[in-house]
T-cell receptor, first 117, second 114 residues
Framework: ETGVTQSPTHLIKTRGQQVTLRCSSQ?????VSWYQQALGQGPQFIFQ???????GRGNFPPRFSGLQFPNYSSELNVNALELDDSALYLC????????????????FGPGTRLTVL | QQQVKQSPQSLIVQKGGISIINCAYE??????FPWYQQFPGKGPALLIA?????SEKKEGRFTISFNKSAKQFSLHIMDSQPGDSATYFC?????????????FGQGTTLQVKP
């Protein structure tokens, strides 16, 4: 069983630029959630994708957007980067409604460390 | 009502001791409570989770105790080992909601001394 993978591992951007982060879900998982984890904090929910559509969003501005592809992989796009966007971006996959009693379980990837200068 | 409060912020335990981390929540709609372990430079790893219809769940050296009336739950790590040194996060979710929104606590940094 392949776990959640994310790319790139690290990324350095300057303020105002745009960035795309990628996530491949765990084998058999059809739901992907994205989280932002600032240094020393717990992860904060950005949004979730299910069946290629956004299915729930946290308190993040529209410049945070995403996509999910037919193979369930996903992208997180952030436009007009700000210094406060510097964080570890985590992708988590889950079985979704197909998982029965296990649909709540979310498995995280290693994250992408984004630094905005 | 969306917050999950976690304590202590940091914890030092001797090898073989019991580590206890506590969390409290306000939203009574939460009905799924996982604990995650995170090592530096890694993503959080799901340790154990509980639903409020049980008061305790044990997996190996890890036990969740749940007090529904007090809206509190805790993680106990028995026979703590240096390899358990990591940051631990509690979280909560409305299990009936299809949205995967986990609300995380602030984290507890555990150091187990040899």
């Amino acid at each position: 069983e392949t776990g959640v993978t994310q790319s790139p591992t690290h990324l350095i951007k300057t303020r105002g630029q745009q960035v795309t982060l990628r996530c491949s879900s765990q084998s058999g998982h059809n739901t992907v959630s994205w989280y932002q984890q600032a240094l020393g904090q717990g992860p904060q929910f950005i949004f979730q994708y299910y069946r290629e559509e956004e299915n729930g969003r946290g308190n993040f501005p529209p410049r945070f957007s995403g996509l999910q592809f037919p193979n369930y992989s996903s992208e997180l796009n952030v436009n007009a980067l700000e210094l406060d966007d510097s964080a570890l971006y985590l992708c988590a996959s889950s079985l979704g409604l197909a998982g029965g009693s296990r649909y709540n379980e979310q498995f995280f990837g290693p994250g992408t460390r984004l630094t905005v200068l | 009502q969306q917050q999950v409060k976690q304590s202590p912020q940091s914890l030092i335990v001797q090898k073989g001791g019991i580590s206890i981390i506590n969390c409290a929540y306000e939203n009574t709609a939460f009905d799924y409570f996982p604990w995650y372990q995170q090592f530096p430079g890694k993503g959080p790893a799901l340790l154990i989770a509980i639903r409020p219809d049980v008061s305790e769940k044990k997996e190996g050296r890890f036990t969740i105790s749940f007090n529904k009336s007090a809206k509190q739950f805790s993680l106990h790590i028995m026979d703590s080992q240096p390899g358990d040194s990591a940051t631990y996060f509690c979280a909560a979710k409305r299990g009936s909601s299809n949205t995967g929104k986990l609300i995380f606590g602030q984290g507890t940094t555990l150091q187990v001394k040899p």
